[in-house]
């Protein structure tokens, strides 16, 4: 029996799908009767789903299984954003005990032990700095890890951009109030510059010591 899982109704020629092909056979020599029900692992921890241009939502799904038979497609978990997405698959016997595998699904045909994973990998969530709130913070300040939350800070360290004497990125409107640290060679001690703008607006960068 092929099924297409619900939330793949809405698929594009911009997502990559996998269908998974394959004969379930027991230790015994026969196959395997019952039921797989495959599930998109953790979808509230890696929001937004989407593959492509379809958005997509966490679901699952019951396929039924005669005489070993089973087909199914999926969205590929390489070509979903974040990354770090998984299948459960849960395998319930006609008879006997089940159990469950972790599924890790590439782009195109594949079978169940090509996608057989023996960890789940971690969600890689992402935010836009637009979705973070206010949190008390005023005008001019930053964020600062406190070791157990972000939090509003007015002291926000500098990131000292460590270049070879020579290699140091171009000053500019880009790179303007960027500090840098030039390494010096044999005998000459590294210099500490600022990238700044001065009255007549040209850029140039300004040793600090």
């Not at 974040?82 to 006997?96: H, I, L």
Request: net charge neutral.
């Amino acid at each position: 029996m092929k099924t297409l899982l619900p939330f793949l109704l809405a698929a594009s020629a911009f997502a990559q799908t996998a269908t998974i092909s394959d004969t379930i056979t027991t230790p015994f020599g026969g196959t395997f009767g019952g039921t797989v029900t495959v599930s998109l692992n953790s979808p509230a921890l890696a929001q937004p789903l989407y593959s492509g241009s379809v958005t997509l939502s966490g679901w699952t799904q019951t396929v039924t299984v005669t005489s070993g038979a089973f087909s199914l497609t999926l969205y590929a978990n390489d070509q979903i954003t974040p990354g770090g997405t998984s299948y459960t698959a849960t395998f319930a016997p006609a008879s006997g005990s089940g159990w469950k595998e972790t599924w890790v699904v590439p782009s195109g045909a594949t079978t169940i032990r090509a996608i057989r994973s023996t960890t789940a990998p971690t969600p890689a969530v992402k935010f836009n700095l637009s979705q973070l709130n206010q949190n008390s913070a005023t005008l001019g300040q930053g964020i600062r890890w406190n070791g157990t939350a972000w939090e509003p800070t007015a002291n926000v360290q500098a990131v000292v951009h460590i270049f070879a004497a020579g290699t140091e990125a171009t000053c500019n409107s880009s790179t303007r109030g960027y500090v840098v640290m030039v390494q010096g060679g044999a005998g000459v001690a590294d210099t500490l510059r600022v990238c700044r703008k001065d009255a007549a607006d040209a850029y140039a960068w300004t040793a600090l010591y």
